[in-house]
């Protein structure tokens, strides 16, 4: 039997991915948005953000523009919550 209070993983990213994006989100907050990668490398190093964090977003593509952690986690090819709607 599933534990009720268990965080759910959404359809379509696995607990990695999950984990992954919520890292980057810590590192990048939300006042960074719109961003472009080096933008993005710039807020997490000031944010001490892990090398890791920091690493995912140095592959990040140059001369693309971000909305979102969503964006730059489907750019580094994570998984990504699949639209219920």
């Known amino acids: ?3 009720p209070h268990q965080p759910g993983t959404p359809q379509g990213m696995d607990p990695a991915d999950v984990e992954r994006r ?3 989100a810590e590192a990048l ?3 960074v948005w719109p961003a472009d990668r ?3 490398v710039a807020k997490a190093e000031e944010a001490a953000a892990p090398d890791a964090v920091l690493g995912q977003l140095r592959r ?3 001369g693309t523009e971000f ?3 969503q964006d730059v986690a489907a750019a580094l090819g994570l998984g990504t919550e699949q639209q219920r709607f």
Request: proline share 6%; glycine share 6%; no cysteine.
């Open 22 to 24: 919520a890292a980057l």
């Open 29 to 31: 907050g939300k006042e």
């Open 67 to 69: 909305t979102n952690v």
């Open 38 to 40: 080096d933008t993005l």
């Open 1 to 3: 039997m599933t534990d």
């Open 60 to 62: 990040l593509p140059a």
